[in-house]
């Protein structure tokens, strides 16, 4: 039987934090179109390069703070941590808003980068701590929410958008949200459910110390290369759909966004379902299965072409459909995989464990998203599509042989 779920404020504080995160990073793809026309970098005039490098800024953020996460959670505690960073990526959209022009998009983003590496590296952790028990169930929930998050910002952007309005009222929007996050951390406590914090590494030594220990470790670089392959394959789908709709199948901004509110209907259903049925024992068959089921449908997306159909309505049916396939398929990969490394790595930080799975993560997407759009630069958004099977088939090379390339050890006490 399964137990069932015992939530609190800090669970939905987590749960708005994944979803304000959501929308301040895909703020920018919804809007990279009309940004592009507007900063003189218009994307089918050779801008998608300047348009993922944007986001490969931002993942450089990203890391940076997540590197810095281990002894900031010793210091402040994970609570303070998550308030904060919700702080700077409010801080940062909200100047990427008021941004006169390409070059002053990049500070802003950095900004906006630190607060989500901030996020990134502390957010998973923070569930686990509530939920030591079960990690996997209650992760994979929290993460849906980065789902609801995706969810609410295209359907939101789309409509502004198609109305007209500009896409720095969507940004402003955005960095508000962020903001509204901070205050379920940062607002005092109850005294008799104050969040649980755990000990962890408070200075630079006691990090560096644990690091190295992690570093030793082979099949913590087997799991850090997944994470590379899998957020690579999850960003390239979430970043590049939207402007792949709008500009290889030629249909508005709105259905752009209803696309992209696909992919987040199934990373929603894929990962909350999953985390409301998971079992310890299965992470690894889940993150094989989706990853193989998903390459006919990636495939699909790259040879599909306007002209194969008469009808649009059916055309855009058809897209929607594999586009909710490709979420499902993407959702559970972050979250388990990471639950999956520290279940098989127990003598080792925890927390370390997922910030650094996270760092090797972020930089897979930024990488990939660069590489999406230099690719489509030179062959077409319809081009660069095919390297999502391609990444997804190493992925699943990566997690199914693991175990037969570096066989468990006994952890050592």
């Avoid at 955005?174 to 590494?201: C, D, I, N, Q, V």
């Avoid at 449908?297 to 306007?306: F, H, M, S």
Wanted: aromatic share 12%; proline share 4%.
């Amino acid at each position: 039987m399964i137990e069932k779920l015992k939530l609190g404020r800090y669970d939905y504080a987590a749960y708005t934090a994944f979803a304000a995160y959501a929308v301040c990073s895909l703020s920018i793809p919804l809007v990279i179109v009309a940004m592009g026309k507007e900063l003189h970098f218009p994307l089918d005039k050779g801008g998608m390069a300047a348009g993922g490098a944007l986001h490969l800024l931002r993942s450089a953020a990203l890391v940076i703070a997540l590197l810095s996460c281990g002894c900031l959670a010793g210091r402040i505690g994970k609570r303070r941590s998550m308030g904060f960073s919700m702080l700077l990526s409010a801080a940062g959209i909200l100047t990427c808003a008021a941004a006169p022009a390409y070059a002053l998009l990049l500070p802003g983003l950095a900004i906006a980068g630190l607060g989500e590496g901030i996020c990134e590296g502390m957010a998973t952790p923070f569930v686990q701590d509530l939920h030591k028990d079960a990690p996997e169930r209650y992760v994979n929930i929290a993460h849906s929410f980065w789902s609801v998050g995706i969810g609410i910002c295209v359907l939101m952007a789309g409509g502004l958008l198609t109305c007209g309005v500009s896409w720095r009222i969507v940004m402003l929007l955005a960095g508000t949200a962020a903001g509204t996050a901070a205050l379920m951390f940062l607002w005092r406590e109850h005294p008799e459910k104050r969040y649980p914090e755990s000990g962890g590494a408070a200075n630079w030594n006691e990090v560096f110390r644990f690091s190295v220990q992690i570093a030793k470790v082979p099949r913590f670089w087997v799991y850090c290369l997944g994470m590379f392959l899998g957020a690579g394959a999850e960003f390239c789908l979430t970043f590049w759909s939207a402007a792949y709709l709008q500009l290889h199948f030629r249909t508005g901004v709105w259905m752009a966004g209803v696309g992209t509110g696909s992919i987040a209907l199934g990373m929603f259903i894929g990962r909350m379902g999953f985390g409301y049925f998971a079992r310890e024992s299965r992470l690894k068959h889940v993150l094989l299965i989706c990853a193989l089921a998903n390459i006919p449908v990636t495939i699909l997306l790259a040879v599909l072409k306007p002209e194969m159909f008469s009808s649009h309505g059916i055309l855009y049916i058809i897209l929607m459909v594999l586009l909710i396939l490709g979420g499902i398929g993407i959702g559970p990969y972050w979250p388990t995989l990471q639950v999956y490394g520290v279940k098989q790595l127990p003598e080792l930080d925890s927390t370390l464990l997922y910030i650094y799975f996270s760092a090797i993560g972020i930089p897979g997407c930024g990488f990939f998203t660069w590489l999406m759009g230099y690719l489509g630069d030179r062959f077409g958004l319809s081009g660069a599509f095919w390297m999502l099977p391609a990444t997804l088939l190493a992925f699943s090379l990566t997690i199914g042989l693991e175990g037969w390339i570096w066989p468990r050890k006994p952890a050592v006490r």
